[in-house]
Each structure stands twice: as structure tokens, then as C-alpha cells.
């Protein structure tokens, strides 16, 4: 087990280090000087210009300067923002702690649709079955900021009464906090119940044809113990995997939603920073979602593993 | 995973490619004959500003009184154009690299797996924005932007099953007769890939229409005054209170645009009864 951990870890490192070639390559591919956009404004003097190109490591070659960027991120240290002048360590962490409620949630709500609709479509069958590949098909084909927008303009026009778009933050008040977010995460989690439904109709279709139900059918257990101590328990462990993998999927959407909904957590901080040109925090964001997609991924192969006996990555 | 018997799967694919095809016939038209069929020019202002739907102007009008319809039309063909393209330099890039890889494998593979990995390691969209944002939103970066967010995908997918084709009779029998290497992959290994390839292709058309709307929805889209599907639902979402339902036409419009192409994916491949994923 131990070993297959450190395996699966060993192999994240090669890409967890071209990750961060192409975010530093980013912020050097812009057109222009790069000390031009540091400084904010191309009329700028040629002393300034240097004295920033100094302080950037910008007269270095461009090893030296990965090499010097890279030990900072590998201690916390992500540079600062051009706008602010503030590290963007400092900023950004609670703007990531904000994203990974809202994306918390949308992932449990995106549980919660698909888990109890792909079970219904595999369960009943027939014109359940139908409708929600049917429904599935269509919320598909409807991008969560498509459904945001809707779901501003039906709440916000016709029911105004219910106060739902201002956030409020957890430390001030909890209850109305996670009641701020529902919405958000709804239109966030919509899209990927779509996979997970999939995946758990697929699941237990298996799983019911697999030996040991048959024998629990044959043996005259309920239908209800069937399915609660063998299809469900069995048929779950892929779909928590998928809704793992779908993390990269709710991070990108994040961007939109909190966008839509102004809600201060780190998609809106990416998109000011491109309003605003803000390229160390660009670079900085990116990187970060990225590990934690990585990481992610590392963690449900490591828990599937431990569930799944079969699984080996000898 | 369904238990309906074969011939009664293969006809609902054939049902639904068809709905698809149709769909997409429509799509094409706009590409096509877009300016053609708008009934006003897409730029041209008039007083009625903020109209909802009337006799003259089907979808209302805009906040500078521009007709919604016409910009609608006008905006599809921009919105379309770009994911047309960008899909076919994905899909070559895509069809070049897996096959390469797949085909020749051992540290040619491991190699060009290995920097596709890196490019699939970043969220699709989180990456699309900051390439956009950081060589600037025009037509030509946009496509490229997501033509290179959308390779990797589209080299796994062919790259998997070359993997085994190569290694099938028709494959050894050809090799033995004298057929170079160049014409087995083109003739005889890629001909065997191509169902998953239209599959996933489609599949990538939509989440595109997903890509290059939502962009444009958060001002990285084609400059204006050119108008497109999510520039004009940001713009119609600021007016939302003036005027509901100018948000209706563009929010179809990308719902429908996507909806085609997950409808021919899902049809594909029970026709061509693909393993799903």
C-alpha cells in the first residue's frame, strides 16, 4: 500500500513540474516587456523600467529566473500583485478557502441529483429510465453559467423577496452563508450530476448482474436489503472516483458562478486579475488549481485502491 | 450496459444521429448564409431600445436598440466559426499525435504522452482563460487557445485503440507483404480508430460551443462590435431588469448549439456501439 502511494506520488512529480513550466512560461509568452505590465503603464522612464527589471530578476537568464521563481512557490511565496503590491499568498488563500466551499457543495448537491437519479433510471427502468437519460442529455447541453444566469433572472426578478445573492461570510454568519451559496452551487453542481448519474446507473446495472446479488435474490433477502447492503455500497465506490475527477470541471466553472453571483472567492479573483492584467496572480491561480487537481486525482486512485482490492498499480 | 436486444439500439442511434445531422444542418445554415437571413444588419441602431419581442423585431432589441434576431444570427456564425475551426486543428493535432504515438510507440509514446499529460493536468477553462488573457482575446488566439486545450483529449482517444489495432492480423498481413509503415498506420490502423474519433469529436464540439460562449460571457470573447451568443447574454444579463427576455434568445441559442452535438455523440455511439468512455 505504501508502496503504491509513493509510486502514484513519484509519478505526479514529473507532471507537477512541466505544470509549473508552462505557468512561468505564461507569464513570459505576453507580448511586450514584461517590466512594461509590472510597472502598469507603458510611459514609464528607462530608470524605473530597470530598477523593476532589477528587482524581477528580469536581466537573469531564464533558467535562473524559473529556478529562483520556483524555490519561492515551493515556500509559499507566489510573488506579488501587480495591482495591489500585496503577496499573492496572503490574498489568495482566503478567496481559495471561499472556492473550496462553494465547490464542496456543488460536488455534494451533484451527488445528491445524480446518486438518486442514476439509482431511479437503474432501478426502475422503463420510463424512468427515459426520462432521466433524457434530462440528462438536455443539462448537459446547458452550461452552468447559462443556468446562473437563468437562476439570477427568475429569483432575482420574480421572487426578489428571497435575498439569496448577497454573500455573507461564514465568520459572520454560517447558517445564512451556506444558505448564500446553495444557489451557486446548484447551477455549479447541475452539470456534473449528469456524469455521476451516469456512471451510477452503469454501476449498479453491473453490479445487479454480478454472482453475489443473484445469490442474495436467490436466497429471498428484501429487495430493499439487496439494494442497500449490495448494490449501493458496491456500486458507489466508482462513483465517488468520478466525482473526484470532476473537481477540475467545478474549479473551472467556479470562475463563472462566483463571477455571476459576485462571490469573493478565487474564479472572481482570477477574472478581476484579468480585467486588470494581473499576471503574477494569473500565473499564481492557475498553478495552484492545477496542483490541487493533481493532488486530487493522486488521492482518489490511492482511495480507490484501498477500497477495490483488484485495483493495483504495480 | 442496456439490456435492450441489438437491432433495437442500433435504430434509436440511427433516430438520434439523424435528429443530430438535422440539428446541425441548421447550425451550418448560419454559418453559412447568417448575414444573408438576418432581417436587419446586426450593427444597425434605432430608437427601441430595450424591446422586448414585436412584430418587427422577433427577439426584441438591444440596449442601443440593435436588432436581437439579427445579432443572434450574425453572433452564431462568429460563435460557430471559431469551434468549427479550433476542433479541426484539435482533431489533426490530435489524429497526428495519438496516431504517432500509439503506432510507434515505446519512447516516442512516453515522450508525447508525457507533455500531453502536462496540458491535461490544467482545467480546461482555468487554462483557456489565462492563454487568452495573456496573449489577448482575438479570433486567431481563441482558436488556437482552444485547439491546444483540446489536443490531449483527442490524442488519448485515438491513441488507445491503435494500440491494439496495431497488433491484428490485417495489420501483420499487410506489414509482411511489403507495405510501408507510413501507408499501415494511414490504411489500415486508422481506418479501425474512427469511431471513437467521431465520438469524442462531437463530444468536444460541445464542450467548445461551452468554452468559447462562456469566454465571451466573461468579456475574453472576439472584440466587439462583432457580436457573439456570450457577449450577448453577459450584455443581456446587465439589462435583465429593463428587459427579462432578451436573456431567452442567446441562452437558446447555446443550449441548442450544444445540445446538437451531444445528441449525434450520444447517437454515434450507440450506432457505432462505442464503449461509453
Same mark, same amino acid.
Given at each position: 500500500?505504501?508502496?503504491?502511494?509513493?509510486?502514484?506520488?513519484?509519478?505526479?512529480?514529473?507532471?507537477?513540474?512541466?505544470?509549473?513550466?508552462?505557468?512561468?512560461?505564461?507569464?513570459?509568452?505576453?507580448?511586450?516587456?514584461?517590466?512594461? /505590465?509590472?510597472?502598469?503603464?507603458?510611459? +514609464? *522612464?528607462?530608470?524605473?523600467?530597470?530598477? !523593476? &527589471? $532589477?528587482?524581477?530578476?528580469?536581466?537573469?537568464?531564464?533558467?535562473?529566473?524559473?529556478?529562483?521563481?520556483?524555490?519561492?512557490?515551493?515556500?509559499?511565496?507566489?510573488?506579488?500583485?501587480?495591482?495591489?503590491?500585496?503577496?499573492?499568498?496572503?490574498?489568495?488563500?482566503?478567496?481559495?478557502?471561499?472556492?473550496?466551499?462553494?465547490?464542496?457543495?456543488?460536488?455534494?448537491?451533484?451527488?445528491?441529483?445524480?446518486?438518486?437519479?442514476?439509482?431511479?433510471?437503474?432501478?426502475?427502468?422503463?420510463?424512468?429510465?427515459?426520462?432521466?437519460?433524457?434530462?440528462?442529455?438536455?443539462?448537459?447541453?446547458?452550461?452552468?453559467?447559462?443556468?446562473?444566469?437563468?437562476?439570477?433572472?427568475?429569483?432575482?426578478?420574480?421572487?426578489?423577496?428571497?435575498?439569496?445573492?448577497?454573500?455573507?461570510?461564514?465568520?459572520?454568519?454560517?447558517?445564512?452563508?451556506?444558505?448564500?451559496?446553495?444557489?451557486? /452551487?446548484?447551477?455549479?453542481?447541475?452539470? +456534473? *450530476?449528469?456524469?455521476?448519474?451516469?456512471? !451510477? &446507473? $452503469?454501476?449498479?446495472?453491473?453490479?445487479?448482474?454480478?454472482?453475489?446479488?443473484?445469490?442474495?435474490?436467490?436466497?429471498?433477502?428484501?429487495?430493499?436489503?439487496?439494494?442497500?447492503?449490495?448494490?449501493?455500497?458496491?456500486?458507489?465506490?466508482?462513483?465517488?472516483?468520478?466525482?473526484?475527477?470532476?473537481?477540475?470541471?467545478?474549479?473551472?466553472?467556479?470562475?463563472?458562478?462566483?463571477?455571476?453571483?459576485?462571490?469573493?472567492?478565487?474564479?472572481?479573483?482570477?477574472?478581476?486579475?484579468?480585467?486588470?492584467?494581473?499576471?503574477?496572480?494569473?500565473?499564481?491561480?492557475?498553478?495552484?488549481?492545477?496542483?490541487?487537481?493533481?493532488?486530487?486525482?493522486?488521492?482518489?486512485?490511492?482511495?480507490?485502491?484501498?477500497?477495490?482490492?483488484?485495483?493495483?498499480?504495480? | 450496459?442496456?439490456?435492450?436486444?441489438?437491432?433495437?439500439?442500433?435504430?434509436?442511434?440511427?433516430?438520434?444521429?439523424?435528429?443530430?445531422?438535422?440539428?446541425?444542418?441548421?447550425?451550418?445554415?448560419?454559418?453559412?448564409?447568417?448575414?444573408?437571413?438576418?432581417?436587419?444588419?446586426?450593427?444597425?441602431?434605432?430608437?427601441?431600445?430595450?424591446?422586448?419581442?414585436?412584430?418587427?423585431?422577433?427577439?426584441?432589441?438591444?440596449?442601443?436598440?440593435?436588432?436581437?434576431?439579427?445579432?443572434?444570427?450574425?453572433?452564431?456564425?462568429?460563435?460557430?466559426?471559431?469551434?468549427?475551426?479550433?476542433?479541426?486543428?484539435?482533431?489533426?493535432?490530435?489524429?497526428?499525435?495519438?496516431?504517432?504515438?500509439?503506432?510507434?510507440?515505446?519512447?516516442?509514446?512516453?515522450?508525447?504522452?508525457?507533455?500531453?499529460?502536462?496540458?491535461?493536468?490544467?482545467?480546461?477553462?482555468?487554462?483557456?482563460?489565462?492563454?487568452?488573457?495573456?496573449?489577448?482575446?482575438?479570433?486567431?488566439?481563441?482558436?488556437?487557445?482552444?485547439?491546444?486545450?483540446?489536443?490531449?483529449?483527442?490524442?488519448?482517444?485515438?491513441?488507445?485503440?491503435?494500440?491494439?489495432?496495431?497488433?491484428?492480423?490485417?495489420?501483420?498481413?499487410?506489414?509482411?507483404?511489403?507495405?510501408?509503415?507510413?501507408?499501415?498506420?494511414?490504411?489500415?490502423?486508422?481506418?479501425?480508430?474512427?469511431?471513437?474519433?467521431?465520438?469524442?469529436?462531437?463530444?468536444?464540439?460541445?464542450?467548445?460551443?461551452?468554452?468559447?460562449?462562456?469566454?465571451?460571457?466573461?468579456?475574453?470573447?472576439?472584440?466587439?462590435?462583432?457580436?457573439?451568443?456570450?457577449?450577448?447574454?453577459?450584455?443581456?444579463?446587465?439589462?435583465?431588469?429593463?428587459?427579462?427576455?432578451?436573456?431567452?434568445?442567446?441562452?437558446?441559442?447555446?443550449?441548442?448549439?450544444?445540445?446538437?452535438?451531444?445528441?449525434?455523440?450520444?447517437?454515434?455511439?450507440?450506432?457505432?456501439?462505442?464503449?461509453?468512455?
Amino acid at each position: 500500500m505504501i508502496r503504491m502511494v509513493l509510486v502514484r506520488l513519484a509519478l505526479t512529480i514529473p507532471i507537477l513540474l512541466g505544470v509549473s513550466i508552462v505557468a512561468f512560461g505564461l507569464m513570459r509568452m505576453l507580448p511586450g516587456d514584461f517590466a512594461e /505590465a509590472a510597472a502598469g503603464t507603458t510611459s +514609464v *522612464s528607462a530608470e524605473v523600467l530597470a530598477t !523593476t &527589471r $532589477a528587482q524581477l530578476g528580469l536581466d537573469r537568464p531564464l533558467w535562473e529566473q524559473y529556478g529562483i521563481w520556483l524555490k519561492g512557490v515551493l515556500t509559499g511565496d507566489l510573488g506579488r500583485s501587480f495591482a495591489t503590491k500585496r503577496p499573492v499568498t496572503t490574498e489568495l488563500l482566503p478567496r481559495l478557502a471561499v472556492t473550496a466551499e462553494l465547490t464542496l457543495m456543488a460536488g455534494l448537491i451533484a451527488m445528491i441529483i445524480g446518486v438518486a437519479t442514476g439509482l431511479a433510471s437503474a432501478r426502475l427502468r422503463g420510463r424512468t429510465d427515459w426520462l432521466v437519460r433524457g434530462w440528462n442529455s438536455l443539462l448537459l447541453a446547458v452550461p452552468n453559467f447559462v443556468v446562473a444566469t437563468l437562476i439570477v433572472l427568475v429569483f432575482g426578478l420574480y421572487f426578489p423577496m428571497i435575498g439569496i445573492f448577497n454573500y455573507v461570510p461564514f465568520a459572520k454568519d454560517p447558517i445564512g452563508n451556506i444558505a448564500s451559496l446553495l444557489l451557486p /452551487a446548484l447551477s455549479l453542481g447541475l452539470t +456534473v *450530476s449528469v456524469t455521476i448519474s451516469e456512471n !451510477t &446507473r $452503469a454501476a449498479v446495472l453491473e453490479v445487479s448482474s454480478q454472482d453475489y446479488v443473484m445469490v442474495a435474490r436467490a436466497k429471498g433477502l428484501l429487495a430493499r436489503t439487496i439494494l442497500g447492503n449490495y448494490l449501493v455500497r458496491n456500486a458507489l465506490t466508482p462513483v465517488i472516483t468520478v466525482t473526484g475527477l470532476q473537481l477540475a470541471a467545478l474549479l473551472g466553472g467556479s470562475i463563472l458562478i462566483e463571477t455571476i453571483f459576485t462571490i469573493p472567492g478565487m474564479g472572481q479573483y482570477l477574472f478581476d486579475s484579468v480585467t486588470r492584467r494581473d499576471y503574477p496572480v494569473i500565473q499564481a491561480i492557475v498553478l495552484v488549481s492545477s496542483t490541487i487537481v493533481l493532488l486530487t486525482n493522486v488521492l482518489v486512485d490511492i482511495a480507490y485502491a484501498r477500497v477495490d482490492a483488484r485495483v493495483s498499480y504495480e | 450496459m442496456s439490456d435492450a436486444p441489438a437491432p433495437k439500439k442500433h435504430h434509436r442511434g440511427q433516430t438520434m444521429v439523424f435528429i443530430g445531422l438535422a440539428m446541425l444542418a441548421v447550425l451550418l445554415l448560419i454559418v453559412v448564409f447568417g448575414p444573408s437571413i438576418a432581417p436587419y444588419s446586426p450593427s444597425k441602431t434605432s430608437p427601441n431600445s430595450l424591446d422586448g419581442p414585436t412584430a418587427m423585431h422577433w427577439l426584441g432589441t438591444d440596449s442601443i436598440g440593435r436588432d436581437l434576431l439579427s445579432r443572434l444570427i450574425v453572433g452564431g456564425r462568429g460563435t460557430l466559426f471559431i469551434t468549427f475551426v479550433a476542433v479541426a486543428l484539435a482533431l489533426a493535432a490530435g489524429l497526428v499525435l495519438g496516431l504517432t504515438s500509439g503506432y510507434m510507440g515505446g519512447k516516442v509514446d512516453l515522450i508525447v504522452m508525457r507533455i500531453l499529460d502536462v496540458i491535461f493536468a490544467f482545467p480546461v477553462f482555468l487554462l483557456a482563460i489565462a492563454v487568452v488573457a495573456a496573449l489577448g482575446p482575438t479570433v486567431r488566439n481563441l482558436i488556437l487557445t482552444i485547439a491546444i486545450v483540446y489536443t490531449p483529449a483527442m490524442a488519448r482517444v485515438v491513441r488507445g485503440p491503435v494500440l491494439s489495432v496495431k497488433r491484428w492480423d490485417h495489420v501483420e498481413a499487410a506489414r509482411s507483404v511489403g507495405v510501408g509503415e507510413f501507408a499501415i498506420a494511414i490504411r489500415h490502423v486508422l481506418p479501425m480508430v474512427i469511431s471513437p474519433i467521431l465520438v469524442q469529436t462531437s463530444l468536444i464540439l460541445a464542450n467548445t460551443i461551452f468554452t468559447v460562449t462562456a469566454l465571451s460571457f466573461l468579456g475574453l470573447g472576439p472584440p466587439p462590435p462583432d457580436p457573439n451568443w456570450g457577449s450577448m447574454l453577459a450584455e443581456a444579463r446587465q439589462f435583465m431588469e429593463l428587459a427579462p427576455l432578451t436573456v431567452i434568445g442567446p441562452a437558446v441559442a447555446i443550449i441548442f448549439a450544444s445540445l446538437t452535438f451531444i445528441v449525434l455523440a450520444n447517437g454515434l455511439r450507440e450506432l457505432l456501439d462505442v464503449g461509453s468512455r
